[in-house]
């Protein structure tokens, strides 16, 4: 039995999940050939305040607008951010 678990800050509505499980039930099929019935899909709420990137709490960081995808009939995603998308948190890295 398969178990997709998706974490994601809190605020989407039931539609965008429900529609969340269906593409990746339907993205797991394809690449694993698994049935349908088999595939789980858990989705966490989690707040922005118990969420950090970096090292810095998500609530500190400037808001965004979430990115779209568009999926093509042949299975193809394509991802695109707006202008206000989340600012790029820098990682140091070790010398």
């Keep these: 039995m398969p178990v997709i678990s998706v974490d ?4 989407r ?3 965008d999940k429900a529609a969340l499980a269906r593409e990746l039930t339907d993205a797991f099929q394809r690449a694993c050939g698994s049935t349908r019935e088999r595939i789980y899909v858990i ?5 922005k305040e118990n969420w950090a990137i970096g090292g810095e709490m998500c609530t500190d960081l400037p808001t965004v607008a979430p ?11 394509s991802v695109s951010e707006s202008e206000s998308a989340l600012a790029p948190v820098p990682v140091p890295v070790a010398d």
Excluded: F
């Design 8 to 11: 994601m800050w809190h605020g």
């Design 43 to 47: 989705i966490r709420d989690v707040p």
């Design 13 to 15: 509505s039931e539609t």
């Design 67 to 77: 990115a779209s995808a568009d999926v093509s009939a042949s299975g193809s995603v």
